[in-house]
Nanobody
Framework: VQLQASGGGLVQVGDSLRLSCTAS????????LGWFRQAPGKEREFVSA??????YYGDSVKGRFTVSRDNAKNTMYLQMNSLKPEDTAVYYC??????????????????WGQGTQVTVSS
């Protein structure tokens, strides 16, 4: 499976962005999809995940970000509202196909997209 992340850019504080992650082949609804981000000098951080079991968010984005998926388009989205400078990072999407569970750590995913840069300017 190949994943293509897109939608990043340079925005101002308080703006919104929607990221997309499109898979090269159909994704089973039971497969977990995740968003992570990595800022310079920091570890990759869990942002959000979605599967048939539900949606999950990291504490730093809860209430501001919304994850969704369109299986017909093999695409997952991350709607990011009320962006803050600390949201600045490269955002990566990932898929877990080994089983039907989700994970909050990068090692829990099997394939990754190439990342898309989000920069929030104050």
């Amino acid at each position: 499976v190949q994943l293509q992340a897109s939608g990043g850019g340079l925005v101002q504080v308080g703006d919104s962005l929607r990221l997309s992650c499109t898979a090269s082949e159909p994704i089973a609804n039971n497969n977990g999809l995740g968003w992570f981000r990595q800022a310079p000098g920091k570890e990759r951080e869990f942002v959000s995940a979605i599967s048939a079991r539900g949606t999950y968010y990291g504490d730093s984005v809860k209430g501001r970000f919304t994850v969704s998926r369109d299986n017909a388009k093999n695409t997952m989205y991350l709607q990011m509202n009320s962006l803050k400078p600390e949201d600045t990072a490269v955002y990566y999407c990932a898929i877990r196909i080994r089983d039907n569970w989700l994970s909050w750590v990068p090692a829990g995913y099997d394939y990754w997209g190439q990342g898309t840069q989000v920069t929030v300017s104050s």
